[in-house]
C-alpha cells in the first residue's frame, strides 16, 4: 500500500479507531513536511471545553509516525518502529481546527538510512507543532522514535 493521505486515514479507521473516531486526520505528507488536523467537537472535549491532550497527542504522533512509516517503506526493508519517549508542551486552549506539522523529514530518512547501513538501532526526535486557525502555537509535541532493522 502506498502510503498517501487517504491510504493513512483508511489505516486509522481500521487499526487506530480511537484516532478516526476523535477526527484526527492525515491531510498532507510529502518530502518537506507531513501535517494532520483535528477540529474540536463534542467528543475530543476535555471539561475545560478545549481539546482533550490525548487526542493532540494521537494527531502529534501521526504528524511524526506516517514520516517513519513512509521513510521505512521507501527503504525497502524490513524495520520496526517504537516510540520510546513522548515529551508535550500546552500553550494555549486547543479549539477550533488544530493542525499538527513535522517537517523533520530529511531527519527521518538520515536515520532510517543509517540503522541500515549499520545494521544497529537508531533513536532520534521528532517534534510536532500544533497551531490553531490564527496560526497561534497551541502545543508542542517531541517523539523519541526508536528504528531497527528486522532479522
Given at each position: ?43 475530543n472535549q476535555n471539561p475545560f471545553k478545549s481539546m482533550y491532550f490525548a487526542v ?94 528486522k532479522k
Open positions: 500500500m502506498k502510503l498517501t493521505a487517504r491510504n493513512i486515514n483508511l489505516f486509522l479507521l481500521t487499526k487506530l479507531p480511537s484516532a478516526w473516531f476523535c477526527g484526527v486526520r492525515l491531510t498532507k505528507i510529502d518530502n518537506q513536511i507531513c501535517q494532520t488536523r483535528v477540529k474540536h467537537r463534542w467528543i493532540q497527542a494521537m494527531a502529534a504522533e501521526l504528524s511524526t509516525g506516517a514520516i517513519v512509516m513512509r521513510e521505512i517503506q521507501n527503504s525497502n526493508t524490513k524495520i520496526s518502529m517504537l516510540v520510546a519517549e513522548q515529551k508535550s508542551e500546552f500553550h494555549k486552549k486547543a479549539t477550533g481546527k488544530i493542525t499538527f506539522s513535522c517537517q523533520d523529514v530529511k531527519l527521518v530518512k538520515e536515520q532510517i538510512e543509517k540503522a541500515i547501513s549499520t545494521k544497529q538501532g537508531q533513536r532520534f526526535w521528532l517534534t510536532s507543532i500544533a497551531k490553531n486557525e490564527d496560526g497561534i502555537t497551541v502545543s508542542e509535541f517531541k517523539f523519541l522514535w526508536t528504528v531497527k532493522c
